[in-house]
């Protein structure tokens, strides 16, 4: 389980600092050089912490009633990686002398990212440098880099100089609107020092106020003399000492980085556990790196038997998951991860969606932190209603960090309402698959009651039917329609799982809570069912497809497959309104709603919208190649499925959008794996049962994956002309596949036909 890359190509740097970056959740580090790079070198040098952000004015040019005035930026925090190596009076670089070799690994076996180098400098001395770097998942504040040094022939002194610098700006680009569009400091220094622990900078961002600390402690062998400084907004600790060919030296660096959500006083904090941290050898901390790795693995990894190179782009895809979820109620999972600034850091709707049920089948209790990050914003949501005019219910930002609305344009973004019933959706889908009843009387039913009320307040009844208008779908390139076929969709299911829920608890006598809380009125899940039941679904009862909103199939054409390559992302090339103007699907929308209640629809529709909307749509968005391959696989074209699969699954190890280095595209690292389990697989947890749908593509041998369900461990193996279920843990229960249902007690193999 390794991505490798040979050779330094200045052109891919900042590409590599994204793919090769190291995080576990809370920290994320890009893979930036610790000697640094010329100016004339593209790099994005960063360092992030989950959640911990600062405050920036939006600018408009005609402000509106309920515009947010300022945006939570992910912040840009202290630089940790600086290493520089002095051999003799030459300063190693690659970008001088004569590099002999070069190899980037990430091994996720190991949870490591290593460079290993062979370096000839201008004087002729050579030698050979090994980096090995950790963001641990046993010590979540701790970054970690080994630096060894061998010589080959130099015999004298080396001189390693570790820094620490507080004086880094936000990265921006002013004509890519998934960017920032300006470059800010959002740190401000406040105190450097060190004692005989390390070295420190603690800082507080300019407007939200939070602090942070950073700590470094070094571990290096004897002989070995040590100096410290400390300026305005940075540190060094520099160590000199001999060495001869043959012989290599080996510093040990310990980051660590502690803030004020999490810690009450950062600076005491990150003493504390640096100290803990030293007390222990790097080669410590790499085998509890290696343990953790190994159980998630065992409940987490997809095998593919037959192709190589998806099978580690699965294996990439699975443990960015791990390095970008935020384990603790204060985080999420942004857009990118922890591997860069794309989208600031921000969460979206595509937790819920496609991130969400990779936790949930591998990992409940990470699902269950996402659950209450969500909950724990539920009072900002509330405050959101109130802003865009709605009396009563609660509505969820579409981008956010802490709570509040951080999107400054509000057609494609603060109207897409779907993002309640995504919320609602989460909840809903974890209780199928856990029947927690108690999270959902204790957080979920309170959840499901306020983003239900919402709908009443943005929809309608006329003449016995519901309608939602002035809203915007997932696809972003028609913006505040009437009807959109999945926002509808999914507000019946929220509609209807809250009455379900309120149901539920009644019925177990936990209703009394979330009724005081919510100030929940007798008859109101009764209405709230009655909306469900009589929702607007749209259909063209001439196409036989569901419309994807009331005014998308009247439309113009766009003939976009004859434009440039360039031109892509269209929302780069052309003006907004002349998007919206057309049939033209940045991503899967319609299609989309399918994936998610396929059970309802007819097959036959579900066909033929897919074949309507799948030459109308770009992909130009991460979130959408995968959803096509899903439902490819549901409608029996495995082929198909299988292309835009190999789509999702490479998208960022080939660059295929242009911009990993802005930041892996997390949410498509979860809809690869949805690729397999929810599309080859079909897996498909319902609300009485467990479904699968397996097919087997033609390329493949086979494939396998463990799952959690109702408390118990499964695995599912697809192999030539079988499914074999097996119950690892926990008591039998009832699966079906396809329309046949089996009872599973230990182990089940059922014929199959190659789809």
Request: hydrophobic share 40%; glycine share 8%.
């Amino acid at each position: 389980m390794r991505l490798i890359d040979t050779g330094l190509d200045p052109a891919l740097l900042a590409r590599n600092e994204t793919l090769f970056h190291t995080a576990n959740g809370y920290l994320g580090v890009r893979a930036c050089l610790e000697e640094g790079v010329p100016p004339e070198v593209p790099t994005i040098r960063s360092a992030l912490l989950n959640a911990f952000y600062d405050e920036v004015p939006i600018a408009y040019a005609e402000k509106m009633k309920g515009f947010p005035t300022a945006k939570q930026v992910i912040a840009n925090v202290v630089d940790c990686q600086g290493i520089e190596l002095f051999v003799g009076e030459e300063r190693f670089s690659p970008f001088e002398g004569t590099l002999l070799s070069f190899t980037r690994t990430l091994d996720m076996e190991a949870g490591l990212a290593k460079r290993e180098m062979e370096w000839e400098s201008p004087a002729g001395s050579r030698v050979r440098v090994s980096i090995t770097r950790m963001a641990s998942f046993a010590a979540p504040e701790l970054f970690l880099i080994r630096y060894r040094t061998e010589s080959l022939n130099y015999a004298g002194n080396i001189r390693l100089v570790s820094r620490q610098d507080g004086n880094v700006v936000n990265y921006a680009d002013p004509e890519d609107p998934r960017l920032a569009p300006e470059a800010k400091r959002l740190l401000v220094v406040e105190d450097t020092g060190w004692n005989d622990a390390g070295a420190w900078v603690a800082c507080r961002t300019s407007a939200s106020g939070l602090r942070m600390a950073a700590w470094a402690g070094h571990r290096i062998g004897e002989g070995f003399t040590r100096s410290c400084r400390a300026w305005k907004d940075k540190t060094e600790t520099a160590f000199s000492g001999p060495i001869a060919p043959g012989q290599a030296a080996v510093l040990e660096k310990y980051g660590v980085y502690t803030d004020s959500r999490r810690h009450g006083e950062p600076l005491a904090d990150g003493e504390s556990l640096l100290r803990k941290a030293l007390a222990l050898p790097a080669s410590y901390w790499m085998g509890c790196q290696r343990d953790c790795l190994a159980r998630f693995w065992e409940g987490a990894r997809v095998t593919v038997d037959g192709d190589e190179s998806l099978q580690s782009s699965l294996d990439f895809s699975v443990f960015s998951l791990l390095q970008s979820a935020g384990k603790d109620p204060v985080s999420n999972v942004c857009a990118k991860g922890l591997s860069g600034e794309g989208y600031e850091g921000h969460y979206f709707w595509d937790t819920e969606i496609y991130i969400f049920p990779f936790f949930l089948l591998t990992d409940p209790a990470v699902a269950r932190n996402f659950l209450r990050f969500r909950h724990r914003m539920l009072d900002a949501a509330r405050e959101q209603a109130r802003l865009l005019g709605h009396d009563r219910g609660a509505l969820y930002p579409w981008r956010t960090i802490a709570g509040p609305e951080c999107s400054g344009y509000f057609p494609s973004g603060s109207a897409q309402y779907h993002i309640n019933g995504d919320v609602a959706h989460a909840f809903l889908l974890y209780y199928r698959a856990t029947l927690d009843l108690e999270l959902m009387a204790e957080i979920g039913a309170e959840v499901l009651v306020e983003t239900a009320r919402l709908w009443l307040e943005a929809g309608h009844f006329r003449n016995g039917v519901f309608y939602i208008d002035g809203v915007t779908g997932p696809d972003e390139y028609s913006c505040l329609v009437n009807n959109n076929c999945y926002t509808n969709l999914i507000a019946r299911e929220n509609l209807r799982g809250a009455a379900d829920m309120m149901e539920l608890l009644s019925g177990a006598g936990l209703d009394g809570p979330v009724a005081g809380k919510t100030g929940l009125m007798p008859g109101e899940p009764e209405t709230f069912r009655r909306a469900a039941g009589a929702m607007y679904i749209p259909y063209d009862e001439g196409l036989g497809i569901h419309a994807q909103d009331d005014s998308f199939l009247k439309k113009a054409a766009f003939d976009f497959h004859s434009l440039p390559p360039g031109a892509f992302p269209l929302l780069k090339s052309f003006h907004p309104l002349f998007l919206y103007r057309r049939q033209v699907c940045k991503q899967a929308d319609t299609v989309l709603a399918h994936y998610l209640f396929s059970e309802e629809i007819p097959e036959e529709v579900m066909r033929r919208s897919y074949d309507y909307y799948e030459p109308l749509t770009t992909h130009d968005s991460s979130l959408s190649t995968c959803v096509f391959s899903i439902m490819a696989a549901r409608l029996g074209d495995v082929e198909k499925a299988m292309r835009y699969f190999q789509m999702s699954a490479m998208l960022d190890l080939t660059d295929a959008h242009g911009n990993t280095k802005d930041g892996i595209h997390t949410a498509n690292m979860g809809g690869a794996y949805l690729c397999v389990t929810a599309g080859f697989a079909g897996l498909r947890i319902l609300e009485d049962s467990l479904l699968l749908r397996p097919r087997l593509p033609k390329e493949w041998k086979g494939y396998r994956f463990p799952f959690r369900y109702r408390g118990r461990r499964l695995a599912c193996s697809v192999a030539e002309g079988t499914c074999e279920l097996a119950l690892l843990e926990g008591e039998a229960l009832p699966v079906r596949v396809f329309e046949r249902e089996y009872w599973l007690a230990d182990r089940l193999s059922i014929p199959l036909e190659r789809g």
